[in-house]
């Protein structure tokens, strides 16, 4: 293995604001990404049965808040009344917005279908002054994404690679891609990269995963505890 790159090269990106010091999903713990200096932070954005977008990432709210039900099943009034840690309810995009405007960017995952458009809008209406990045592993959503803003960033997440993931990423026009951690490796990080893409890896939490993301190449890494990258 090649020596360890310095550090500055990589950017360091909160998972669901940094959610190993904070409940995910909160603003509590995108004030933890701050706090940490990330350049980024992740959220998982999806939809009420009242057409409000909020930050979960599960289908259902059971695992992340002391409610229970699915969100797409819950009014925006409910999703108010849930605990999600410490007794913060889990904020909407614009309370997000509002948060990190000036501070700091945002990865904005789609988690289900038809709420790209909805995305933009409140982005695009929100004023926000940082550097977001659209993504998702719903290609269509990415699509509709493009056709909403063709000047994006957008993500391509893979969990199975596909044969070709750069012509993948093209199809799409992404800028970014998303890789699994044990996805990841040199020769494919090069390829990417000589693609023109940006590598981003999810999710290293222990010092040796990141040891290993950094020798290998990735532009960014995805963090619960940010601070280690």
Request: glycine letters at 8%; proline letters at 6%.
């Amino acid at each position: 293995m090649t020596q360890e790159p310095p550090t500055s090269t990589i950017l360091r990106i909160g998972h669901r604001g940094a959610c190993g010091h904070a409940p995910e999903n909160t603003l509590a713990s995108i004030e933890q990404a701050i706090v940490l200096r990330c350049a980024l932070t992740e959220v998982d954005i999806q939809r009420t049965s009242d057409d409000e977008l909020v930050l979960l990432h599960d289908k259902r709210v059971d695992r992340t808040t002391n409610g229970r039900g699915c969100v797409a099943d819950l009014t925006l009034p409910a999703i108010r009344m849930l605990d999600a840690g410490g007794g913060e309810s889990p904020p909407t995009l614009d309370d997000v917005l509002k948060a990190a405007n000036g501070r700091i960017g945002l990865i904005l995952e789609l988690k289900t279908g038809g709420s790209a458009y909805d995305v933009c809008a409140i982005v695009r209406g929100s004023g926000f002054n940082q550097p977001v990045i659209y993504a998702s592993f719903l290609q269509e959503e990415l699509q509709h994404v493009r056709r909403a803003n063709p000047h994006a960033q957008t993500m391509i997440l893979f969990t199975r690679l596909p044969a070709n993931p750069g012509a993948a990423a093209a199809k799409l026009h992404a800028t970014h891609v998303g890789l699994r951690l044990d996805t990841v490796t040199e020769p494919l990080v090069n390829a990417l990269r000589n693609d023109g893409l940006i590598v981003f890896a999810y999710t290293a939490n222990q010092p040796a995963q990141i040891s290993k993301m950094k020798i290998l190449g990735v532009d960014g890494i995805i963090s619960d505890f940010p601070d280690l990258v």
